[in-house]
């Protein structure tokens, strides 16, 4: 990893403090870059319109016992990686080639999303219970690199 992944990375973590997820653990930040500049930002939160369970008080995914890792359906969050793709779908930036750097690895559903996206690249810090978006990446031939600090 060299330097200019520490700054993205570190703008990945900072966007991830915006998130509107009731459970701490669970703020992703992520960032997608081109060329040494940032493209879009995303962060997981409820869509637009749609009350975030930070602001019910209270999380679904908890109170209904759901396991991390599954049933990703049964959320009101968009997650951080789809909601970049997603802003750079909005103001027309395309991210065929880029870079997403991620707080967390993407679960199965953003991995697809990143593969038909054209991210050529995914850096994330912190794994998460999902070996088969791994196996999609290795075969898609996305290069996917664990952040690790100098």
């Known amino acids: 990893m060299d330097k200019w992944d520490k700054r993205f990375m570190d703008m990945a973590v900072q966007i991830g403090t915006w998130s509107s997820c009731f459970q701490a653990n669970r703020h992703v930040g992520a960032i997608i870059v081109k060329n040494k500049r940032v493209i879009a930002t995303g962060y997981n939160g409820a869509p637009q319109g749609i009350k975030s369970c930070a602001d019910k008080g209270v999380c679904m995914r908890k109170e209904q016992g759901i396991e991390s890792g599954t049933r ?20 027309g930036c395309s991210v065929e080639g ?5 707080t967390h690895q993407p679960c199965v559903i953003c991995a697809k ?3 038909n996206s054209g991210i050529s690249r995914v850096v994330y810090k912190e794994g998460y219970p999902d070996e088969f978006s ?5 075969e898609a031939g996305v290069r996917i690199e664990k952040y690790e600090e100098n």
């Open 98 to 102: 880029c870079t997403l750097y991620c």
């Open 134 to 138: 791994m196996r999609l990446f290795e």
């Open 113 to 115: 999303i990143i593969i």
């Open 72 to 91: 990703h359906e049964l959320c009101y969050a968009v997650h951080a990686e789809q909601n970049a793709i997603i802003q750079a779908a909005r103001v």
